[in-house]
């Protein structure tokens, strides 16, 4: 019955052979719709891979930069630790003091100014210590930059 349908509209519309072309490409099109568990999980993984050697490639074209990279690590982890451990210090004191008003101020401000450096001590600890997953960190990162934490 199909072949009698395709011959039918092969007549009307110019030849059997571009029917079942035309039938051809629809069901092309409807399985293309579907994307099924296994083609995401597939597609998953090769961006995984494809961005683990993209990463592997940008540290090699960049490993004249790895004494900058660390110069810039090391100022970024001091100036957070340096923050964290101020806001820690000055809270301590002002549990010890007659007028623990303005160290507790100095406290929440000093360590309002290390939460901002929070989202740049993320990015410095992903590049080193989980650069595979580095997507996730920076998409967090950057919600901490912009104050949506």
Known sequence: MSIGIASFFGKMFGTEKAVNTMIEQVGKAADALYYTKEEKAQDG?????????MLVDWMK????QNLAR???ATVVTSTWAISKLSAVGTAIVATWVKEPVAWTNSS?????FADQ???AMML??????AAPH???????AMDRF????
């Open 134 to 140: 580095l997507g996730a960190i920076v998409a967090t």
């Open 70 to 72: 660390r110069f810039i």
């Open 108 to 112: 929440k401000l000093i360590g309002e």
């Open 61 to 64: 074209n960049t490993e004249g």
């Open 146 to 149: 912009s104050g949506k934490k």
């Open 124 to 129: 410095i600890l992903g590049f080193y210590f």
């Open 45 to 53: 993984a090769k961006d995984t891979t494809e961005l683990r050697s």
């Open 117 to 119: 450096t929070t989202g």
